[in-house]
């Protein structure tokens, strides 16, 4: 069974916005959202100031205490962009949630940071305080995916995603396969992260932050010369997948189709990437397609600002493409938000699909020598109008991901 999958929701929490509109808005006025951490200057030793906060955000007031007891941030932000994506989809209080036709395939690359320093507590203080029924459902890997569930009783199947940087597109390549397949009828699919310094102590001990501490809008620079690093970011992103022959029965609006998803391990290293088989993942999409490469008009790069991630995605990108296809990278608006930027990326590939027009990378003004020779998009962005966008993303442990969806 190959069964055609559609987008017919979507919804996003980020520093970009918390509706589509306003996500659009800002990657059409070229804002950098990275601010200065004050409250980062206690940490001796992390050298990074720089991050992409949400900014004021908080739950619904419809929201109450029983539901939201067992909601750190990490899946408090993923539950709002599901609610938003099913109102987006005309499915919010629909029957079909609750029928077992409806699951939900989601990643962060951890639960939230707060439930975890409880329990660590507990072994420094040798007393269990601080420690209550939710807290294990809080710092949980899957705790996104299960709240989701929980809040809008769905009872098909549960698909975890926690691979850190392919979270998100995991999670939508995994529920395109969930209906393609015949398993299920709709996905939420999608991925969050919430912001926490630990995140950038991580990647700060592998000297590969961005310390602009004095500039935080000119950083990151994907794919720049002088690029120093990433900055961390937090979000939500939530796609609504569907059959599409369910979704035209419904009269549901239709944003995209699911045409293409290939993943696969390089099985190398677990922190260094390998172009080669990057580009195998990249190819078993476009084969999943059934499409050339000349049929893609737009990359959505992973763009990280990490020297040796840029490298070699741009060179996987070229050795498949062998053009200079338009490529840019949406984490120099906000920073690299891990478990998120896979399903925030997908979202605003759809989006800039449909109004064919596609955001530059900002802070990049000389292109490393050392990447591929590509179509850099660059100042006021780029009017492209094609069928068929790619957007891909790596993640530590050699995880590959892409996906193509199609104009319809």
Known sequence: MNRRVVVTGMGAVSPLGSTLDETFASLKAAK?????????????????????????????EHYGRKQTRSMGRTAMLAVRSAELALEDASLLGSKELEDGS????????????????????????????????STYIKMMSHTSPVNISVFFKLKGRLIPTGTACTSGSLGVG?????????HQTIMLAGGSEELDPTQSVVFDTLFATSTMNDAPHA??????????????????????????EHARARGA??????????????????????????AVALKLSLECAKISPDAIGYVNGHGTATKQGDEAETKAVRSI???????????????????????????????????????PTLNLENVDPECAELDYIVGSGANIDTEYCMSNNFAFGGINTSLIFKKL
């Open 219 to 244: 950083t990151p620079r994907p794919y720049d010369r002088d690029r120093d690093g990433l900055v961390i970011g937090e979000g939500a992103a939530t796609l609504v997948l569907e059959e599409f």
């Open 32 to 60: 950098n959202f990275v601010v200065y951490m004050k409250e980062w200057d206690k940490y001796k030793g992390l050298h990074t100031r720089l991050a992409s906060p949400i900014i004021g955000f908080k739950a619904p």
């Open 174 to 182: 995994y529920a395109y396969e969930a209906i393609k397949y015949g």
């Open 102 to 133: 409806c699951g939900v395939a989601y990643g962060s690359s951890s639960g939230s940071i707060d439930a975890i320093y409880d329990f660590y507590s507990v072994i420094k203080s040798n007393e269990v305080s601080g420690v209550t029924s």
């Open 321 to 359: 493409f062998n053009r200079s296809v338009p490529i840019s990278s949406q984490k120099s608006y906000i920073g690299h938000s891990l478990g998120a930027c896979g399903a925030l990326e997908a979202a605003a590939s759809i989006l800039m699909l449909n109004k064919r027009w596609f955001a």
């Open 253 to 278: 609006k239709i944003y995209a189709e699911i045409v293409g998803f290939g993943t696969n391990t390089d099985g190398a290293h677990i922190t260094q990437p390998e172009s080669e088989t990057m």
